[in-house]
């Protein structure tokens, strides 16, 4: 599936701590054009930091990421018009609550990429259909259902196009019944091309629709692969106890 | 009781004292609005600098932007410790002897704006701080800037939340014009004081304390209308 194609993301020796602690301890990992890589792990295995190290909401200790070729550590780097376009996606949506869902949208598009509020709208528009949401333009985030809300928080992410989009556990927060409206959406926006790595704990999901797999533990990537391989034929022990354990629950 | 509604409800007394009354009452409107005007904004400007001097920065700038925090927090808290009576005595006293002339208006209005700013900005602050660290994340991972997210993102959200508390420290300080009183700011305690020491009867006094019924009054009012206004509608 993801065969040639340049690498959108491409992270190498990436180090991170908090005080003496060390949750990242050399990442290194590169995401290619079109490729939708799911990262799994234990709690605590330092998954989500790695994720929000792609867009320095986290300050990496150490290591090298380049984001479609653009070295985003380099000192002077304009953060923002990095960030413009990198998409995220958070677990507990996010959205602002004083905002409608277009609002929601176009904040971004008016603010950091200085479109004309005629554009802004249109693109907004453009990206809540995207999203099945278009009906729901005007609804403040409080008048829609969690999933609703994450689509309209994908939708925000989409409005910027940007290269890859990060998903820090989308669906973590969704009561059960919603989960399958927001992985439609993933899984449309993996029809179109989009690069996107994911954590989360979907594994139904992974199997299905993710070019790769990647388990991380105590900070260290232990192995990655194809799903059938990391999920079917762990090479590592503690991969295989881990999806042990996990599927031990379903 | 017919001594009592001739000391405290003279008719003939107030009458004739209720064109000072009414003056002091434009004294104490004025005086209110510039320091609520004043208070507010200073009081705003302070939380917003705090919070973006609390921010990461690279090392010979963090010690300053450390010591203006510093700066800030021991301002405000000075400020809220002094009793504003002290503060329009010391300024009317004290900026003169500097070399900066100032009459009891100027005084009361720069004691009464600097509390109100610094209980205000303590209060702009606990809404900033109260709003969600995720707001900043999302806001901040579409690109938009500190500046930008502060300002369209994060604000909106804590100036909502500080409307209950903002109206109420409001209220209070507006009270306080009365302390220009020792000053000789010709407002309405003032007007009532003297009106009381020139006709030996206390009936401009309770004149007075109606001017304030009917001043503030319907500022109370309009502080439950707005904090009932701002509730969340989610």
């Known amino acids: 599936m993801a065969a040639a194609g340049r690498h959108i993301l491409d992270v190498r020796g990436l180090h991170k701590s908090f005080g003496t602690l060390a949750v990242l301890k050399g990442i290194d990992f590169r995401l290619r054009e079109r490729e939708l890589a799911f990262v799994i792990g234990p709690s605590g295995s330092g998954k989500s930091t790695f994720l929000r190290c792609c867009n320095r909401l986290e ?113 973590s927060a969704l009561d059960p019944e919603l989960v399958g409206s927001v992985l439609q959406v993933m899984r449309d926006l993996r029809e179109t091309g989009m690069t996107m790595l994911v954590v989360s704990h979907e594994l139904q999901f992974a199997r299905a629709a993710a070019d790769r797999v990647v388990f991380m533990e105590d900070g260290v990537i232990v192995e990655q692969g194809p799903p059938e391989q990391v999920f079917g034929a762990p090479q590592q022990a503690r991969t295989r106890a881990f999806v042990a354990r996990i599927d031990g629950h379903r | 009781m017919d001594r009592f509604l001739f000391t405290f409800f003279n008719g003939e007394v107030m009458w004739e004292y209720l064109p000072k009354i009414l003056s002091g009452m434009w004294v104490t409107t004025y005086l209110a609005a510039f320091v609520i005007a004043t208070g507010l904004a200073l009081g705003l400007l302070l939380a917003v600098l705090r919070s973006t001097l609390s921010q990461k920065m690279p090392a010979p700038l963090s010690w300053l932007a450390e010591a203006l925090r510093l700066l800030i927090i021991f301002f405000v808290d000075v400020m809220r410790s002094v009793p504003p009576l002290v503060l329009i005595v010391l300024f009317f006293y004290g900026l003169p002897a500097l070399g900066l002339d100032i ?119 309009a502080g439950r209308w707005i904090e009932t206004r701002f509730a969340w509608r989610r």
Do not use: C
């Open chain 1, 59 to 171: 300050e990496p200790t150490s290591g090298s990421i380049h984001v479609d070729g653009t070295d985003i550590l380099a000192p002077g780097v304009d953060i923002n018009a990095v960030r413009r376009r990198i998409g995220m996606v958070f677990q507990s949506f996010n959205l602002y609550p004083h905002m409608t869902a277009l609002g929601n949208v176009t904040l971004a598009l008016r603010l950091a990429s200085r479109k004309s509020k005629a554009e802004a709208l249109e693109i907004g528009r453009a990206a809540l259909a995207r999203v099945g949401l278009a009906h729901k333009a005007q609804a403040h985030p409080g008048e829609l259902s969690g999933g609703q809300q994450q689509r309209v928080a994908i939708a925000r992410a989409l409005a910027l196009e940007p290269k890859i989009v990060l998903f820090d556990e989308p669906t």
């Open chain 2, 103 to 221: 009459a009891g208006l100027g005084a009361t209005w720069l004691a009464l704006s600097l509390v109100l700013a610094a209980f205000a900005e303590e209060i702009y602050w606990a809404g900033l701080i109260a709003v969600a660290k995720g707001q900043w994340e999302a806001a901040r991972s579409t690109g938009l800037g500190f500046l930008q997210t502060l300002i369209y993102v994060v604000l909106p959200q804590a100036i909502r939340l500080t409307v209950p508390p903002l109206t109420n420290r409001t209220i209070a300080i507006t009270k306080g014009t009365a302390l220009g009183q020792v000053v000789a700011v010709q407002e309405i305690l003032y007007q009532a004081y003297s009106g009381l020491s020139f006709s030996s009867n206390p009936s401009p006094l309770t004149l007075g304390a109606l001017a304030y019924l009917v001043l503030f009054l319907p500022v109370v009012v």
